[in-house]
């Protein structure tokens, strides 16, 4: 009896040690990677600032094809949002809705797990040389939940590879995208002087053959 009830002191004193001790731990998390790339901001932001792309960059998109996607909102800015369900445990269910944007610059998401830790993602844009230095953060408050602190000790462990993967990926796709602003590309034929002056183009018996001047 008298091991029993020493057993079961213990396990009592565990407990009150265990919600105690997160008392003092850490009530948000934050995980935060970094890329650099070549493309340009405007290239980057294309490709985040909503979800119609996300997947063909996102870290978890492969984990299980068979997810199921629902869009509602407007396209791109805020409101985009996103839904997934999945059986795979590793991909759950979930909701993904743009929070607020700075064009060109930074897209922050409002994640939704099911849990009652509020959640936000951002990803900034900077211009770095003739490229732009892309930062992917999360921050998780979990001042409402004790056992919820002890998850954010593990978070960055958790979450960061995931990171890392998504960051690489949007790289690659960002330096194989042509940006949305670049100039057209002229043909030969269609050039004219901007002078006012009559172009020429070799007809196929070899004899130049003039072209009116474009109409000023």
């Keep these: 009896m008298k091991v029993l009830r020493g057993l079961f002191f213990l396990l009592l ?13 850490p009530q948000a998390a ?51 949002r996103m839904e997934w369900t999945s059986a795979n445990p590793d991909v759950g269910n ?35 040389g003739t490229g732009t230095r892309v930062t992917w953060t999360l ?6 939940s004790l056992i919820g602190r002890y998850f954010g000790l593990a978070l960055d462990r958790m979450v960061g590879p995931d990171y890392e993967k998504g960051l690489a990926q949007l790289k690659a796709l960002a330096e194989s ?7 057209p ?8 002087d901007t002078n006012g002056q009559s172009a020429a183009v070799a007809s196929p018996t070899g004899q130049e053959t003039p072209v009116p001047p474009m109409p000023q």
Excluded: C
């Design 139 to 144: 921050d998780t408050d979990f001042s409402g």
């Design 94 to 128: 979930g909701s993904q809705e743009v929070l607020a944007v700075e064009p060109g610059q930074r897209v922050t998401h409002k994640l939704d797990f099911g849990m009652d830790n509020p959640t936000t993602s951002t990803i900034s844009l900077v211009p770095e």
């Design 30 to 80: 934050h995980v935060e990677r970094s890329m650099t790339t070549t493309a340009s901001p405007a290239t980057v932001y294309g490709l985040v600032d909503g979800f119609k792309r996300f997947n063909e960059w996102s870290p978890w998109a492969s984990l299980d094809p068979a997810t199921k996607y629902t869009y509602s909102g407007p396209e791109t800015g805020v409101g985009a």
């Design 185 to 192: 590309i002229s043909t030969p034929a269609a050039e004219a």
């Design 13 to 25: 004193g565990l407990v009150a040690l265990f919600f105690v001790t997160a008392l003092f731990l």
């Design 177 to 183: 995208t042509t940006p949305a602003n670049a100039p």
